[in-house]
Each structure stands twice: as C-alpha cells, then as structure tokens.
C-alpha cells in the first residue's frame, strides 16, 4: 500500500504564507510526477501545480508567482510553498502522485491520492 499525507494547511490572513508539505510512505520504486490540487467551496477540484521527476513545473496562471513547488526526491515528498495569498485560495489541498510499485513481481504504476489539508485566508 502507498499513502500520500499532506501536512501544512491551516488559518492565515490575505497577504500571508503557508508551506504545504506531502510525503509519500509504503512500498515504493519511485515516485513520478507530484502535484497539488484544490477545491474551493460551490467548485470543482483543480490542478495548482505539478513537478516531473526531474524539476519541470507548471503551474495554474492563477498561482504563477505566488506559489512554489518543489520536491526532495530522496524523501519522496513535494511542497507547495504559497504566499501573497487570497482569500480565493480558500480551499482543501490534495496532494497527487503517481508512484511505481512492484505488485506480485510485476511493476505497476499507481495515481495515489492524499485525504488533503484545508487551507483558509481570511481576516
């Protein structure tokens, strides 16, 4: 089994940071792409940003130049360090990976999901 726990959310005011982090913890051969996504309340959840195995990010234009994604592949946990932040990016976090396990001698890529961390700007 494979699990992904988020860590980081909680109360801040507009203008504030916050630094999510997400560790990947079981049986793993490594770790793929890792992202972060939200859900705001009344919408849909969506992607924030993404980091490849190898460092190449992308990011939501709504976050671009506010928040920072980065990994520590040695730990297999990546972190979404978030400031200037609005009260729009009220929402629950999720943390995505896909990560390669080796399931009855067989290699086998999962897409794992986090319970997600709740992340709250206002004054």
């Known amino acids: 089994q494979v699990q992904l726990a988020e860590s980081g959310g909680g109360l801040v005011q507009p203008g504030g940071s916050l630094r999510l982090s997400c560790a990947a913890s079981?049986?793993?051969?490594?770790?793929?792409?890792m992202g972060w996504y939200r859900q705001s309340p009344g919408k849909q959840r969506e992607l924030v940003a993404t980091?490849?195995?190898?460092?190449?990010?992308n990011y939501v234009d709504s976050v671009k130049g506010r928040f920072t994604i980065s990994r520590d592949n040695a730990k297999n946990t990546v972190y979404l360090q978030m400031a200037s932040l609005k009260p729009e990016d009220t929402g629950v976090y999720y943390c995505?990976?896909?990560?390669?396990?080796?399931?009855?001698?067989?290699?086998?890529?999962?897409?794992?999901w986090g319970p997600g961390t709740l992340v709250t700007v206002s004054s």
């Open positions: 980091i490849t195995s190898g460092g190449r990010t």
């Open positions: 079981g049986s793993i051969v490594s770790v793929n792409a």
């Open positions: 995505n990976a896909g990560v390669l396990v080796i399931d009855r001698e067989r290699y086998r890529l999962l897409e794992v």
